[in-house]
């Protein structure tokens, strides 16, 4: 196999390997519930989650047999979608797809010949998290960030300088603030049941701050 060809095969196994072992169906549950009520979602959840996950695929293939680069842009944007998903709705961010994002990254840096700078990236601004967690939860006896949201610092990382990184987490903070302000005008003292969903936060950012510099 190519070497470009070998790239699209990790990239589309990595893929394949997070759809199948992450909640897929459980995102797609909590998007068609609303729409549809219990009976049809019940029913059509299966179809939908394999043609979503079928979809996903094929187009990170199909992308690739032009540009390996692109195809894995592709599957980086379809595992923020679900993390993204999943985190607005349970507040949860699976390690299956965290981790999935994590060996995309790495194959990031292995493409560009750049894998310690890559490992650098993926682990200074996720220890730094991590420390932070940790005082804060022994000085305040309260979880103020999921480690779900570490391990995503970390795959994100991977794709930014360290600059950015940080740049992404304190966006992603004002962001969330904006979203727990908005919802504490608009829904009063119900607004403070609901938790701010940082991943989320952290992944829309994360593709907006791709658009001035796209994956190469």
Sequence with gaps: MTGPMLQVALIAGVLIASLLTGPLQIVVRGVMRPQLGPHRTRRWHGPVSAGIAGGM????????LSD???ALGAAVLCLLLLL????????WLPLEWTAGLIALALI??????????VLAQMAVPAVTLLNIRQVTL?????EAMGLG????IAGLGGFLALHQSFLLIGLAALSGLAELLIRQVFQGKTARQRAV?????LCLIFVSMRNFTPIP
Excluded: C, N
């Design 197 to 201: 969903s940082y991943g989320t936060h």
């Design 68 to 70: 390996p680069a692109i």
């Design 138 to 142: 022994w000085v305040l006896q309260k």
């Design 149 to 152: 949201d570490i391990w995503l």
């Design 108 to 117: 990031f840096g292995w493409q560009g010949q750049m894998l310690p700078m």
């Design 57 to 64: 695929v094929v187009a990170v293939i199909a992308t690739g």
């Design 84 to 91: 993204a998903v999943i985190d607005w709705q349970w507040r």
